[in-house]
């Protein structure tokens, strides 16, 4: 498949693989535009319904994971086109669909909606020299793609306000100790990173790496009894897998396993 905003492949060594994509608009740091969301929309959905593929990776360029969303096609929206005509709403939430990992590679830029794209992803990995920020307050308007919910998830109140309100951005080392991104790595190293973390998930049983994404996505919308029940019945469910006997099996023995991801 090609793409005009996107680049797409295929990594790794096992029978299940790694699907990559690479936002690709350097010009525009990468500037998520419609075409470039429809594009990434349909090539997540082609990765997730690919038995071949166990993870995605989604990152951009050295210098932008994405500088948000574009400005100078939003610029001549009014209240009411924007409105109705659902104004960024078509595919920001695709990602959101995905039964498979996702995780985010990010290098330098990471604002409005890129940092917001970012947060959908499953967990974050980000070179040193990523940034983040939700900039929206400098162009009169607010996040748009969920940061002003999920920020404050993942840092914390005080420092999600701090960025939202004064519009600072926050390196790759606050990130981290704020609890926004999962680990950090030198630029030259995080593809390589990011395809790792990926290769080691592909490595595992994929009804429990599913079953895992759901849960700790549910962690987010349900109060802790719920969400411990919900677990509990997962953790029940999967004794019914092939995997289960297997894991356990292997483990006994001291051998690796073989997942048949069944
Ligand atoms: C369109 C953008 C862009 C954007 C950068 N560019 N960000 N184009 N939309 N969001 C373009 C610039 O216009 C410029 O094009 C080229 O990329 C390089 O950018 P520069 O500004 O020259 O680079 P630099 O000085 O290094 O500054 C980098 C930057 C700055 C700090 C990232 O570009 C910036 O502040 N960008 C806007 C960030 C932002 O406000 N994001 C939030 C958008 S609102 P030319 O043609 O001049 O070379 C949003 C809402 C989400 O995301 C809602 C989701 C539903």
Redesign the pocket.
């Known amino acids: 498949m090609t793409y005009e905003c996107i680049l797409t492949s295929v990594h790794g060594d096992g029978p299940r693989k790694t699907g990559l994509i690479t936002l690709n608009r350097p ?3 990468n ?2 535009s419609d075409p470039l969301m429809d594009e990434l929309g349909e090539a997540l959905l082609a990765f997730d319904a690919d038995d071949g593929i166990g993870c995605i990776v989604l990152t951009g360029s050295e210098r ?1 994971f994405a ?6 096609t ?1 610029l001549p929206h009014t209240f009411v086109s924007a409105f109705t005509s659902g104004l ?2 078509k595919n ?1 939430e695709t990602i959101l669909q995905v039964r498979k990992p996702v995780i985010a590679a990010v290098a330098g ?1 990471a ?4 940092c ?1 794209l970012a947060m959908m992803c499953d967990f974050i990995i980000a070179a040193d020299t990523a940034k983040f920020g939700q ?2 307050v ?2 009169g ?1 607010v ?3 969920g940061g002003s919910q999920r920020l404050p998830r993942a840092v914390g109140k005080s420092k999600a306000m701090d960025m939202m309100l004064t519009s600072r951005m926050m390196d790759a080392a606050e990130a981290e100790r704020a609890g926004l991104v999962s680990r950090i790595v030198p630029a030259d190293k995080l593809l390589e990173e990011a395809l790792g973390a990926a290769e080691t998930i592909n490595g595992f049983s994929a009804p429990s790496v599913a079953l895992i994404k759901e849960l700790v996505n549910l962690a987010y919308q349900t109060p802790l009894r719920d969400g411990v029940a919900v677990e509990r019945r997962y953790f029940h469910a999967l004794f019914g897998s092939h995997d289960q006997r297997e894991g356990m099996e292997a483990f006994l023995a001291k051998r690796a396993p073989k997942f048949e991801h069944r």
């Open positions: 010009k525009a740091l500037a998520l932008a500088a948000g969303a574009d400005i100078p939003m960024l709403s920001w830029y604002l409005g909606g890129g917001e900039p929206e400098k162009l308007v996040p748009g793609a």
